[in-house]
Nanobody, 120 residues
Framework: QVQLVESGGGLVQAGGSLKLSCSAT????????MGWYRQAPGKQRELVAT???????NYADSLKGRFTISRDDAKNTVNMEMNSLKPEDTGVYYC??????????????WGQGTQVTVSS
């Protein structure tokens, strides 16, 4: 009923920038929380950043202000600007959304992931 479509991943050199986007489609009433998680080989999936319907943001401490997340409610889209990228930022980035959908059900959805590779 709800699908998350991710875009913007790719290969970039250290110090460069990428912008990730995730659009939710389907019978959506409201998106409570939307954001990004990432997973590198051999590591657990970890929080990158989230933003609530009220605009409250939450970032991983290690990002030190390099990433900025934002919402476009008209398009049910979350964007994340990633600056000053480091090789340790390499991983599969997954979009996540907690959604109120028709017929009034709260559910969690995940995108299938987009690869971000930062070369040194």
């Amino acid at each position: 009923q709800v699908q998350l479509v991710e875009s913007g991943g790719g290969l970039v050199q250290a110090g460069g920038s990428l912008k990730l986007s995730c659009s939710a489609t389907g019978s959506i009433i409201k998106i409570n929380v939307m954001g990004w998680y990432r997973q590198a080989p051999g590591k657990q999936r970890e929080l990158v950043a989230t933003v609530t319907s009220a605009g409250t943001t939450n970032y991983a401490d290690s990002l030190k202000g390099r990433f900025t997340i934002s919402r476009d409610d008209a398009k049910n889209t979350v964007n994340m600007e990633m600056n000053s990228l480091k090789p340790e930022d390499t991983g599969v980035y997954y979009c996540h959304a907690n959604v109120i959908r028709r017929p009034f059900v709260v559910s969690d959805y995940w995108g299938q992931g987009t690869q971000v590779t930062v070369s040194s």
